[in-house]
């Protein structure tokens, strides 16, 4: 479209669309696909390598329904290879005879000593999720009160059923080394203390380290040479 300029100077051009063409791009727009399709390949699948073949995992400790399958060379069981790490916590459990007899204490009751062993066995003895899982319920328990509680049931019913001989419970920890909580809420704090030192009080203590081992290695030093002298005047006096 041509224009005239108003001052009859020049003349300016003006580019133009028609209304067709306008309308034969959106049609061609809207007939083009939103996605490309894919090409077509003619290749047939892959065939599994010779010997190998795709056998059903059997499901011997596993409760849901999955579906599993896996490539496993010909004439194999076809067996579930994590299976030999599904091991299930082994621990005694009481009778109410029992609780009664030998597990009364004042600080628990049966409820929550029930609870424990309960929450111990979903958990596989995490101590930690066993705490952060104990109800609100109850009365709030440390960790280190659940895991006396724990040992201490599991010591007072291998003692009284006669489970470990002497030299078993020489040998056992449960029954040599019985849990103390005060020594583990005292190592905890030591910990804690440990961790919030600064790096003057780390070196500081590295530097007294270092000085009481030099000091050791000198008398050392000190008792072979009076040794030494010792010998040498036994030996000249012979």
Same mark, same amino acid.
């Given at each position: 479209m041509? =224009?005239?300029?108003?001052?009859g100077?020049?003349? =300016?051009?003006? &580019?133009?669309v028609?209304i067709n ?10 007939a083009a696909p ?5 090409? $077509? ?6 065939? @599994?390598? @010779?010997?190998?073949?795709? $056998? ?13 399958k896996?490539? /496993?060379? $010909? ?7 994590f ?7 082994? +621990? ?8 009664v007899?030998?597990?009364? =204490?004042?600080?628990w009751?049966?409820?929550?000593t ?6 111990v ?5 995490? +101590? ?16 280190? #009160?659940?895991?006396?509680?724990f040992?201490?049931v ?6 009284? %059923?006669?489970?470990a001989?002497?030299a078993?419970?020489?040998?056992? =920890?449960?029954?040599? /080394? &019985? +849990?103390?909580?005060?020594h ?11 961790y ?21 290695? #000198?008398? %050392?030093?000190? $008792?072979?040479?009076v040794?030494k002298?010792?010998?040498?005047a036994g030996?000249?006096?012979?």
């Amino acid at each position: 479209m041509t =224009v005239h300029d108003p001052y009859g100077t020049s003349t =300016v051009l003006v &580019p133009t669309v028609s209304i067709n063409s306008v309308l034969k791009d959106r049609k061609k727009v809207a007939a083009a696909p939103s996605t490309p399709a894919a090409p $077509k390949s003619n290749a047939a699948p892959l065939a @599994p390598a @010779p010997g190998w073949e795709l $056998k059903p995992i059997q499901r011997i400790e596993r409760s849901d329904l999955a579906d599993l399958k896996h490539w /496993q060379k $010909k004439g194999l069981i076809s067996d579930d290879p994590f299976n030999k790490f599904n091991k299930k916590l082994q +621990f005694l459990t009481y009778t109410a005879e029992e609780y009664v007899n030998s597990l009364t =204490v004042n600080e628990w009751t049966k409820q929550e000593t029930d609870e424990l062993l309960k929450l111990v066995q979903r958990f596989d003895m995490n +101590f930690f999720l066993v705490t952060d899982r104990w109800p609100a319920s109850l009365p709030p328990r440390t960790m280190e #009160a659940l895991k006396d509680r724990f040992y201490s049931v599991q010591r007072r019913l291998a003692t009284d %059923r006669g489970l470990a001989t002497e030299a078993d419970a020489a040998e056992s =920890v449960l029954l040599s /080394q &019985p +849990f103390s909580k005060e020594h583990e809420a005292q190592r905890k704090h030591q910990m804690d203390r440990y961790y919030a030192c600064s790096k003057a009080d780390a070196r500081r203590d590295a530097e007294v380290l270092e000085q009481a081992r030099l000091i050791e290695a #000198a008398q %050392r030093r000190r $008792k072979g040479d009076v040794k030494k002298a010792g010998a040498g005047a036994g030996a000249g006096a012979g």
